[in-house]
């Protein structure tokens, strides 16, 4: 057998074996080992970060699923056809509305109570045909446990956070004497025979040291997007300009190059999935999202957004899906967003960099990145950095981070904007407060007027949730080659490669990465090859 290990071995000294190697430990990674467990298969899990920050993105969601009406499935087919690639199958297709439809009967199954809130037929996308098929969404039913991602209240009208229930999958694994995890155990190369392209198992760094780690039956590739590698969004998404992920910060697309090396085939790369502003300076020094939390557009009572020559150019309360008003953009926006506007005379961001002005009413007011707040559920930086944004924004004043200034003329000389501009675009903002109007923006909503100094500008920058590229699978969860043929004993799952190309349907990331316990099966009922 000829394998590869980035030069050619006839025989490999194997630090440890597996039946099933899980690279990445977050919901996707976790629903793999234990549906892979479950068929008795010994499993290894290698997770990039240490215990305390594991869980993926999944422990940085809000823990919503939606969930397939199984009667509808024909009707699940048409509308899944608007928001993937063109080549995506039906067989593809049809796996996902399996996992969609059995999400919260297979975490029942492992005593994870939930709780299932009717919502409307097609939730963000109620237009496109076919959308009658999305009927409900599932959440971990809330144990009023006290774990750090609880969201606390009534199991019939709250549920547990992501960061619950990853948790919960996590104790779940533990249950499991067969299931391994090794913290801190990077991957970075498969195990293959060059001829064939089988995977043998994995390459992976512990305790400082290069190790192989033999895959008897198969390899699930859990390990997330690349939304933390600056040079692959500027390669894949064209985004050249400072943004911070909401989630883990260690989704940084080492898969990539792995699955290249073998030849899979790959989807969906250009797909970026916006969430709100962040502080540009907090996010620069944390090293994630301090950011708006897309459920509370409150947040904007009394802020308005300027661009470089102080003008508006957007409505800052304004939702992306009408059906859902709660939500504020640009989350998960799909059309082309003022924000990457493009000055064709000069090729340089027509809004950027972006500022959020407001005055001292509104800093005492409450957080102003409510994501990086206390009461966060749903981004990495409330439950794993010391970054937590201060009730009344004073500490991020302190830090430099919000400029301060007695009138908006010297603000806006601190920030080498347009001084003339800026106070006129207040003072029209201001103007429709008071007549209980929209302003020239068509903004209605939290007119709070910015008038008591001193004033404050926070330098806003985009916020990445993840990003959907990587390889194809089948519905199967199997890495599919360039000529459309499965990659032997190679499963991927969730984020890393997702369903989601072209359109993101809200809340379909978590049951996709709970999906992924049809690669954990699969990969466990393979016969050994060693």
């Not at 000529?483 to 997702?498: C, D, M, W």
């Not at 190309?501 to 009922?525: C, F, I, K, W």
Request: aromatic share 8%.
């Amino acid at each position: 057998m000829n394998t590869n290990l980035g030069c050619t071995h006839t025989e490999i000294n194997w630090s440890d074996t597996a039946d099933v190697i899980v690279v990445g430990f977050g919901g996707a990674g976790a629903a793999a080992a234990l549906a892979a467990a479950k068929e008795g298969a010994s499993v290894l899990i290698l997770e990039k970060a240490p215990r305390q920050d594991a869980g993926g993105n999944t422990a940085a969601a809000g823990g919503g699923m939606m969930a397939v009406d199984p009667t509808r499935k024909e009707a699940a087919r048409v509308f899944f056809k608007k928001q993937v690639c063109a080549s995506t199958t039906d067989e593809m297709i049809d796996g996902h509305i399996d996992e969609m439809s059995t999400t919260a009967q297979w975490l029942e199954s492992m005593g994870i109570k939930t709780v299932v809130t009717e919502v409307g037929p097609g939730s963000s996308y109620r237009e496109v045909e076919g959308a009658e098929c999305m009927h409900t969404m599932v959440k971990m039913a809330c144990r009023a446990c006290g774990r750090k991602g609880c969201a606390g209240g009534s199991a019939m009208a709250k549920g547990c956070s992501g960061y619950g229930l990853f948790e919960a999958l996590r104790d779940e694994t533990e249950k499991y004497d067969c299931i391994k995890v090794a913290y801190e155990a990077p991957a970075n190369r498969l195990v293959f025979d060059v001829e064939t392209k089988e995977v043998l198992g994995v390459i992976a760094q512990i305790d400082g040291e290069s190790v192989a780690l033999c895959a008897r039956k198969g390899v699930v590739l859990a390990l997330g997007g690349f939304e933390n590698n600056a040079d692959m969004l500027e390669n894949y998404c064209n985004v050249a300009f400072p943004t911070f992920s909401t989630g883990t910060p260690y989704n940084t697309g080492d898969g990539l190059p792995m699955v290249m090396e073998v030849g899979a085939k790959l989807r969906g790369m250009q797909a970026v999935e916006w969430g709100c502003y962040a502080s540009l300076k907090g996010s620069q020094e944390a090293q994630t999202s301090l950011g708006l939390d897309f459920g509370t557009p409150n947040a904007w009572n009394g802020v308005v957004l300027v661009n470089r020559d102080g003008q508006r150019f957007v409505n800052e309360t304004a939702p992306v899906h009408k059906h859902q008003p709660g939500m504020m953009r640009p989350l998960h926006e799909k059309i082309q967003i003022p924000e990457l506007a493009i000055k064709p005379e000069t090729m340089e961001y027509a809004n950027l960099p972006m500022y959020m002005i407001f005055d001292e009413k509104r800093r005492q007011e409450g957080a102003l990145m409510t994501g990086a707040a206390a009461v966060s559920k749903t981004q990495w930086a409330p439950f794993h950095s010391e970054f937590v944004w201060s009730d009344d924004n004073s500490a991020e004043v302190e830090r430099g981070w919000i400029i301060k200034a007695d009138t908006l003329e010297q603000l806006a000389e601190k920030m080498g904007i347009n001084a003339q501009n800026l106070t006129a675009t207040v003072a029209q903002y201001n103007q429709a407060c008071a007549e209980e109007t929209a302003d020239n923006m068509q903004r209605s909503l939290y007119m709070q007027p910015i008038q008591e100094g001193p004033f404050y500008a926070l330098e806003a920058c985009m916020s990445l949730i993840n990003t959907q590229g990587g390889p194809v699978h089948d519905g199967k969860h199997r890495v599919i080659d360039h000529a459309g043929n499965p990659i032997k004993r190679l499963y991927s799952g969730g984020e890393f490669g997702s369903f989601y190309s072209r359109l993101y349907h809200g809340a379909g990331n978590l049951p996709e990465a709970l999906g992924t316990r049809v690669a954990g099966t699969q990969a466990a009922q393979l016969d050994s090859w060693a």
